[in-house]
Nanobody, 127 residues
C-alpha cells in the first residue's frame, strides 16, 4: 500500500509563489509516473502536471505552462510542484497522484489512469 501526503499549500497573493510537496511512503515509486491534479469548487478534477519515472518527460496543462514546474527526487520518494506567478483562477485543492501497475512509467493525463491519491492541499490565491 502507498500513502501520499501533500504539503505546502496555503494562502498567497496573486503573483506570488508556492511549492507543493508530495511525499510517498509504503513503497518506492521510482518506476512510476506521477501527477498533480486540482479541483476547484464546483468543477471537475483536472490535470495540472505529470512527470515520468525518471523526470525526463513532463506534461503541463496549457493554463499553467510556463508558470508551474513539476519535479521529483527519487532519494526522498517525493514529487514537487513549483508554482510561480499564481493567479486567482489557480485556487483549488491540489492532489498528488501516482500510477501503479505494468507500463506506468509514462505520464498520464486523466484521473482514471492514476491509482494512488493524496488527501489534497488547499491553494488559495487572492487578487
Amino acid at each position: 500500500q502507498v500513502q501520499l501526503v501533500e504539503s505546502g499549500g496555503g494562502l498567497v497573493q496573486a503573483g506570488g509563489s508556492l511549492r507543493l510537496s508530495c511525499a510517498a511512503s509504503g513503497r518506492t515509486l521510482s518506476s512510476n509516473a506521477m501527477g498533480w491534479f486540482r479541483q476547484a469548487s464546483g468543477k471537475e478534477r483536472e490535470i495540472v502536471a505529470a512527470i515520468n519515472w525518471n523526470g525526463g518527460d513532463t506534461y503541463y496543462a496549457d493554463s499553467v505552462k510556463g508558470r508551474f514546474t513539476i519535479s521529483r527526487e527519487h532519494a526522498k520518494n517525493t514529487v514537487y510542484l513549483q508554482m510561480n506567478s499564481l493567479r486567482p483562477e489557480d485556487t483549488a485543492v491540489y492532489y498528488c497522484a501516482a500510477r501503479w501497475g505494468e507500463a506506468t512509467y509514462a505520464p498520464a493525463y486523466t484521473p482514471a489512469e492514476y491509482f494512488y491519491w493524496g488527501q489534497g492541499t488547499q491553494v488559495t490565491v487572492s487578487s
